[in-house]
């Protein structure tokens, strides 16, 4: 089997960050990720720089990034001026974004939940042949509704099946292993976005691979968390992942020493530990330095 891993730790990751990393530290970021052999990267989102001042120049973080063969660099886009600022920055994939309640819309894009999927469906309309994803948010769990109900996030599902790829985010790190697997096999989900706010995050994976899922999201460094979920950790650790699925027999395609670098990197950039356990314990067995 083989997957493919989205890295999603200069988006969803540094927008959580407290302090904004400058468009080249961020530029860099994705540079060392794609160096690493992730085949695909969320880099930056097209949003207000006031609103989500982390994410500000997007802009300038596409035009550093060195471009590679092989590797597609994603934008995050949520209306339809973000897909104006998408197109003009010349990406190769646009992620759609909504959440499966009313709630989570409305905190989180002012928006109920027609009107946020109305908007998606804007989107992919103008995005035409362009590559895309549509990231169901709160498939699981909502901070404000509690458990969502498998049936609503089947429809939202089959009104993008065949048109998006479709993911299905684990958005405060509630669902366990069985319900990730029913959930994608009940709406044939291409992929899985997992947290690990409940140590569950990396069976939950496994889980949505045996479902039927063939992408998997994962943050740098298990960088990011949730905004409106207290207490909140951080993504699925990318390097993590790697590890468990490689040592499962999936591939990856991903260079597991220039990942923990990278997370080695990006701790003396951020001042802090960072939520993954392989960039600190080492790969197994360890590499042999003649």
Same mark, same amino acid.
């Given at each position: ?104 819309? +409305?905190?989180? %894009?002012? !928006? #109920?939940?027609?009107? /946020? ?6 989107? *992919?309309? =103008?995005?035409? &042949? ?67 706010? +409940?140590?569950? %995050?990396? !069976? #939950?994976?496994?889980? /949505? ?6 992408? *998997?999201? =994962?943050?740098? &460094? ?69």
């Amino acid at each position: 089997m083989r997957v493919t891993l989205c890295d999603v730790g200069p988006r969803d990751g540094l927008q959580n960050e407290a302090e904004a990393l400058p468009p080249g530290t961020r530029a860099e970021l994705v540079d060392r990720l794609a160096a690493a052999g992730l085949p695909r990267i969320e880099a930056v989102s097209f949003v207000r720089d006031d609103r989500v001042p982390q994410m500000a120049g997007a802009e300038e973080v596409v035009a550093r990034v060195e471009r590679r063969p092989g590797v597609e660099l994603v934008g995050l886009v949520l209306n339809v001026r973000g897909w104006e600022r998408f197109r003009a920055a010349g990406l190769d994939r646009v992620n759609v974004t909504f959440a499966a309640t009313e709630g989570f819309n +409305r905190a989180n %894009g002012n !928006a #109920s939940l027609d009107e /946020a999927v109305a908007r998606a469906e804007a989107i *992919l309309e =103008a995005a035409g &042949g362009t590559p895309a994803t549509v990231t169901i948010s709160c498939s699981f769990g909502c901070p404000f509704e509690g458990p969502v109900d498998p049936g609503v996030v089947a429809e939202l599902a089959a009104r993008f099946a065949g048109r998006a790829e479709v993911v299905l985010a684990d958005t405060i790190g509630v669902a366990t292993p069985s319900a990730v697997r029913a959930l994608v096999e009940r709406t044939d989900a291409d992929g899985f976005h997992g947290h690990n706010t +409940r140590n569950t %995050g990396y !069976a #939950s994976c496994l889980a /949505a691979l045996e479902g039927g899922a063939r992408q *998997l999201d =994962a943050s740098v &460094g298990g960088l990011g968390g949730c905004p409106y979920a207290p207490r909140a950790t951080g993504n699925v650790a990318t390097e993590d992942l790697v590890y468990l699925l490689e040592g499962e027999g999936v591939e990856t395609g991903v260079d597991l020493d220039a990942l923990v670098a990278t997370s080695q990197w990006l701790e003396g950039v951020l001042g802090r530990p960072l939520e993954g356990y392989v960039y600190r314990a080492g790969p197994w067995p360890p590499r042999r330095i003649a």
